[in-house]
């Protein structure tokens, strides 16, 4: 039975029930509390290791690449000097044969000129006149 609370008997029928102890509310979880829950201190310093040997990574292979573009211009660099260069040869040889043979030509048409003119100058009846006249002065000769 429990009495009543305006001075009379106790009240039959209606009971209370015993109050209810809550556990007292839990503290505020803060983010350091949720970090060392999760171990995530030790993942943020994996990640970290991880990331510098991904950007050592990254620059080894950015110094890689660029000395396979710098060997693979100063390549093509070479082979163009060196195919100017056979370029440059084989045009002056032929500068050179082309000089040798108009020489050549010249020197053939001078001595065609120089045949050319003896031909002209040869006179067909002056040449059997005197054939004739050195034939008369030999012994023999009519």
């Given amino acids: 039975a429990v009495p009543d609370p305006e001075g009379g008997g106790p009240r ?24 060392r829950e999760s171990e995530i201190r030790d993942l943020r310093t994996v990640a970290s290791a ?16 660029s000395k396979a573009d710098t060997t693979r211009r100063s390549a093509r660099l070479a082979a163009e000097t060196c195919l100017l260069s056979m ?7 032929l500068v050179s044969l ?12 001078r001595r065609l000129a120089d045949l050319e003119a003896a031909v002209y100058a040869v ?3 002056k040449d059997v006149d005197d054939y004739v006249r050195i034939d008369r002065g030999l012994p023999g000769g009519k």
């Fill in 123 to 125: 006179d067909v009846r």
């Fill in 98 to 109: 082309v000089a040798l043979e108009r020489a050549n030509l010249e020197e053939r048409a």
């Fill in 50 to 65: 991880a990331d510098e040997s991904v950007e050592d990574a990254a620059g080894r292979l950015l110094n890689v690449m």
């Fill in 12 to 35: 039959r029928g209606l009971q209370m029930p015993p109050p209810l102890l809550l556990p007292p509310p839990p503290k505020p979880i803060t983010r350091a509390d949720v970090e």
């Fill in 87 to 93: 370029c440059n040869a084989a045009r002056g040889a």
